[in-house]
């Protein structure tokens, strides 16, 4: 059951998480993921993983492959027992288990799809195609609003964020299908290299629906030339950090004034929804809609039927043939991040049943695999977490008493969840239909949640009950519009928590993480959120300057590393993420050094307690992955490479130097005025 609201966390008292029993508890660090070969002063990263990567060799199947994603594979095969236990027995038609069941098959019947093909998408390719002029294309847009096709931009609801209680139509870019700028536009010879396998990817899956060599080459072109144009007016990942200038509300009145050919009101009446919802709402990037617009105004009928095909295209690829799939696979796979293989069906079909039912079958996990034992610590710790926060705000001599209590009110309003929803979505009005294909069912789906989301969102007050992860998901969160912080159970496992560990490992990897979760309330745009998730400058001008001075050391840091030899880390996107790192580290350290300060923990296999936290949090990153990913997640990623969340946090943490008697010889030595002091 989650918590309803948030004590004050200076009530809290300071205990440790194993209540007493330390003694009795391991040290949770498996000796054989260690390099003893590296000096932990020149490479910790190395030290700390070099074992676990050397035992555990990247998998065709992937790009990057770490005990983050073996606790994620683990996952993964835990909700395939379900979905397997429960196509052994037959449920009445209407139940979650049965819709669970028929669809899971379908998901798993190939010998069905290969013989279906392309089928089940050709009658809405070939209204496409009949579709003659712009006008006529529009009608065909509208008829299947539901799904967007050829629509350059996002739309939903979602929290206002300057009246954060209420949810508001918000208006977003998107349209370019790699979804970096960068892909478009850069000339280096491997973004280059990407670009023309992409050309050669439209033109191949064009020629599987049926198209001639002719006719998917000039597809090609005019998708190229329309997402080259929208890219051109796209901001950056790095650009879209900052959130004021994504938040600019006007009428429906204006919008329509101003980007006449987006033809707003018509596509959401089409969708269902009614103009009374959308009388204000906020665009995040005004110069993208009026870019958007003027391609748009000058898009040719056959660019848009293109454009709207290949939507369709892509929407369908993973619910089709082996062909199909396969095709998908190697551009999307292979070229973008270097993966040798596509993983085993039963993988791909239980994360396809889980976009659609995800909730349902995190029901069902929760109740299989999570003790309510887990849930008690995890409550433990984050109020140890909450207090030590409150501790390290507090002695901050860069932030006047003003913004730090301020920043005191909004940590006591933190909204914790952990494990699984207090309440489950209503999916009694899903259908799923064996005598349609997989196809059609997915489509089913997807009008289902979004007519859900309509009527769930729009003109409604947020429900901050609501998650935004399945229970079984290896992750969390802290959403700022609801000041919240979110721990599904599927990560409440190791590599991350280890309820026969002691307090140094425990802190040091879900205890870093949960205080990562909350340092992200503070970092370069959660700062930007009062403790009511209103976006509401609460910082004093000079606290605003010393916390972006301060912020800025840690961009330049991370900028300054080579993630390949012709590629720098992007510290400006990852801002965000790093100085979550560093706060985590911080945070959770204080809050390990609470817990056990009236019983210090000993040496156990040759490594302090301060040494077993520091290889905790490493432990976590520990990962083998392609120079493709590494390129991808460079361009894309706000969180920085495994190696670097260690390498380069590590050399802030004035403890880390203590525990390993770093000394400035050694590689990996930052002198302290060089330091990033945060938190």
Known sequence: MKMKHIIPAVLFASASLTAGAQAQLTSGIDLKNLDNSVRPADDFYQYACGGWMKNNPLPAAYSRFGSFDQLGLDNNKRVNTILSDLLKKEYPQGTTERKLSDFYKLAMDSVRRNKEGVKPVMPLINEIEKAKTVADLRKVQLKYATFGYGVPMGIGFGADEKNATMNILNIYQGGICLGQKEYYLDTDPATTAIREAYKKHIERMFKLFGFSDAAAKKKMESIMKVETALAKVSKSSTELRDVAANYNKMTIQNFESNYPHVGLTQLLNAEGVKSEYFKELVVGQPAFVKGADKILSEMTADEMRAYMEWDVILSAAGYLSDDVIAANFDFFGKTMSGRKEDHPRWKRATSQVESQMGEALGKMYVERYFPASSKERMEKLVKNLQISLAERIKAQDWMSDDTKKAALDKLDAFYVKIGYPNKWKDMSGLTIDPKLSYYENVQNCRKFWNEWDINYRAGKPVDKDEWFM??????????????????????????????????????????????????????????????????????????????????????????????????????????????????????????????????????????????????????????????????????????????????????????????????????????????????
Not at 652 to 664: C, G, L, R, S, T
Request: net charge negative; proline share 5%.
């Open 470 to 679: 399945t229970p079984q998901t290896v992750n969390a969160y802290y959403n700022p519009t609801t000041n919240e912080i979110c721990f599904p159970a599927g990560i409440l496992q190791r590599p991350f928590f280890d309820p026969e560990a002691d307090d140094a490992f425990n802190y040091g990897a879900i205890g870093v993480v949960i205080g990562h979760e909350m340092t992200h309330g503070f970092d370069d745009q959660g700062r930007n959120y009062d403790k009511n998730g209103n976006m509401i400058d609460w910082w004093t001008a000079s606290d605003a300057e010393n916390f972006n001075k301060r912020a800025q050391v840690c961009v330049d840091f991370f900028s300054a590393i080579k993630v390949l030899p012709d590629l720098n880390a992007n510290g400006k996107l990852t801002l965000g993420e790093n100085i979550a790192d560093h706060g985590g580290l911080q945070v959770s350290y204080n809050a390990y050094k609470n817990a056990t300060k009236d019983a210090p923990l000993k040496e156990i296999d040759g490594l302090t307690a301060d040494q077993r936290f520091f290889l905790a949090y490493a432990g976590v990153w520990a990962a083998n992955i392609t120079e493709e990913e590494i390129r991808n997640r460079t361009k894309s990623d706000p969180h920085s490479l495994g190696e670097w969340r260690v390498n380069g946090a590590l050399p802030h943490i004035d403890a880390w130097y203590e525990a390993f008697n770093v000394k400035p010889t050694d590689k990996l030595y930052l002198p302290a005025d060089k330091r990033v002091k945060l938190w």
